[in-house]
């Protein structure tokens, strides 16, 4: 279980899930007057503007992808509202939701207590949380309400006994005072005539989800819901397996933070995935696996660990903060070749803007070559241009591309930019190409775009790579 900030583009289906169990469990009790100012508390108007206004913040409960639970607070650390799926109560989920909460109340706001209005049916399962009832049973606009209370240090006491998944993600204290790195959302636009495009960039306004009772007259008709797409970009891309390979991939992980040691001058949070390869030659597994854990683990290296004078530079005058959160994807397995993504969403100097940095492994598994894009194609200025031109012409309207000319694109894809770096991976489609950026304010995200090894001839290198993957014979 996963608890963390709704981003924008999600806060649709939260609130589709809260109106969805009121009406189920709640509303049969309530008179109409009761019901209409409810639905009119959900107006996705009012919700959007308290988001993007940070006057509200409204928190899920997901397993993998599937939204379970949500709750929502304003700074005064009062619960405006908590719902968890019929069939997911009893298992905890309400009592997370509190715990973080309570835990950015308290770092955040300050806040001792956290203050609730429960529905009288509701009442019970509060108390069992740790609420207290402060006041008699009231009514307001045909709302029946019991005021309760907890302390919140309370709160963060229950929320840690609670037994924990060892999949469950990085621990909310990070990205819970960080709403404005969500507005920073990437989405993909996968496009293109002959051949799928995958370009991620920045995109708040697109929202998924079905209208809904609730769903206010004066909407913004900008937001089309029906014709919305909701895209998980790079982790769509399935993944491509050769068959009779003699290995098999399993899931590791690394966590840790030091928020009990109040004696360390920096404040660290981590939360990273990484394939494990079982089944190699002992010397080739051991290699491979120590290369796949160093990739995702590169901004713990590069800026914890083993700083690097670059990383060291980049912290120089900011906050002692640092946070990664990392997935990944194996999109490609061959009997000699193995290719796989790494997303990170990081915290650098600055717990309230965060980046999206995109990372890659090819990797020859009978020799432990690890193919990087200068190594198997000429990336020169001519490359430079073709790639920001088939960029462009899919989205004219990314503007750190267009903002990027041909001269300084050929430094990224040679490895001579800070603020830039190529990502390349291999896919059924073929060969994905992109560039990871971030700006001075620690701000960042990915485009990459998918080619044919046919778009490519003119700048192939001589390279063993070549003949290895299928999709690219």
């Known amino acids: 279980m996963q608890i963390r900030l709704i981003r924008e583009t999600e806060l649709w289906n939260a609130m589709n899930l809260c109106y969805r169990i009121f009406m189920q469990q709640v509303a ?8 209409k100012n409810f639905e009119d508390f959900l107006l996705f108007e009012k919700q959007l503007e308290w988001h993007r206004n940070q006057e509200r913040f409204t928190f899920g409960a997901f397993e993998g992808s599937i939204l379970c639970g949500v709750s929502q607070m304003d700074t005064d650390g009062h619960i405006s509202l908590l719902f968890v799926e019929t069939h997911r109560q ?8 509190v715990y973080e909460m309570a835990r950015m109340a308290q770092q955040r706001f300050g806040c001792k207590i956290l203050t609730v209005n429960a529905a009288p049916s509701a009442a ?3 108390v069992k949380m740790g609420f207290v009832q402060n006041a008699p049973a009231q009514c307001q606009g045909g709302i029946d309400f019991v005021p309760m209370f907890i302390e919140t240090y309370k709160a963060i006491a ?31 636009l996968a496009v293109g005539k002959e051949k799928e495009r995958v370009i991620k960039y920045w995109d708040q306004e697109m929202l998924p989800g079905d ?12 937001y089309d819901f029906d014709d919305a797409e909701e895209s998980d970009g790079i ?5 491509y397996e050769e068959k009779g390979l003699s290995y098999t991939i399993e899931e590791d992980h690394y966590q840790y933070n030091n928020y009990n040691e109040s004696s360390t001058g920096y404040y660290v949070e981590f939360e990273i995935d990484y394939p494990k390869i079982e089944g190699l030659e002992k010397g080739m ?14 901004t713990v290296l590069d800026y914890y660990e083993k700083p690097t004078e670059e990383g060291k530079e980049q912290m120089l005058g900011k906050e002692p903060f640092i946070a990664s959160m990392v997935k990944y994807k194996v999109c490609y397995m061959g009997k000699e070749f193995l290719s796989v993504i790494f997303e990170d969403q990081r915290y650098i100097g600055n717990m309230y803007v965060g980046s999206y940095d995109l990372r890659s492994v090819m990797l020859n598994l009978e020799s432990g070559e690890v193919y990087t894009l200068d190594k198997i194609l000429n990336v020169d200025k001519s490359f430079a241009k073709m790639w920001r031109n088939e960029v462009l012409s899919e989205d004219s309207e990314i ?4 903002d990027m000319d041909n001269k300084m694109l050929e430094k990224v894809f040679q490895g001579q930019e800070v603020s830039a770096r190529p990502v390349c991976f291999v896919t059924e489609d073929g060969l994905e190409i992109g560039i990871s950026y971030s700006d001075e304010e620690g701000n960042g995200g990915y485009v990459t775009m998918d080619f044919e090894k046919e778009d490519l001839e003119e700048y192939l290198k001589d390279s063993a790579f070549w003949d290895m993957p299928e999709t690219l014979r």
């Open 124 to 126: 019970e399962a509060y």
């Open 399 to 402: 503007d750190f591309i267009a």
């Open 28 to 35: 049969p009790r309530y008179s109409p007057e009761g019901i």
């Open 158 to 188: 229950n929320g840690k006994m609670r037994p924990k998944d060892k999949k469950e993600r990085l621990v909310l204290s990070i990205v819970l005072a960080s709403v404005t790195v969500f507005l920073l959302f990437f989405t993909i």
């Open 90 to 97: 009893k298992e905890g989920m309400g009592t997370a939701l």
């Open 235 to 239: 982790w769509d891309i399935d993944l």
């Open 285 to 298: 597994q051991e290699k491979a696996n120590q290369i796949f854990k160093e990739c995702a683990m590169r």
């Open 211 to 222: 209208r809904l009772p609730y769903f206010g007259e004066n909407m913004n008709p900008f």
